[in-house]
């Protein structure tokens, strides 16, 4: 599945990602967690560092947004179904 991944406040996310804010992401799986676990095998720890929290849950200080509609709320991300083409948006919360 090929999706889009939009980074805003990230600082370290945006280093593991070799400086890309806006990324074009292909992964095997469907889920958010399948995502995160690719580019954490792409990218190094730094990506994990970066976004997860000690439960390996999406820290609940990011907000993510699908589509620029959809907002996923801490503790059910992380096993949302994505679609292919998906906007995903990550960025601090404020």
């Not at 600082?11 to 992401?25: I, S, V």
């Not at 947004?65 to 679609?83: H, K, P, T």
């Amino acid at each position: 599945m090929k999706i889009h991944l939009k980074i805003e406040g990230l600082p370290h996310l945006y280093k593991a990602l070799h400086k890309k804010k806006d990324l074009d992401f292909e992964f095997p799986g469907e889920t958010l967690r399948d995502l995160v676990n690719a580019l954490i095998k792409k990218y190094g720890p730094g990506v994990n560092r970066a976004i997860l929290d000690r439960k390996g849950e999406i820290d609940m200080e990011l907000r993510v947004v699908i589509n620029f509609s959809r907002y996923l709320s801490y503790g059910e991300r992380m096993d949302v179904a994505l679609s292919e083409g998906d906007l995903l948006h990550l960025m601090t919360v404020g």
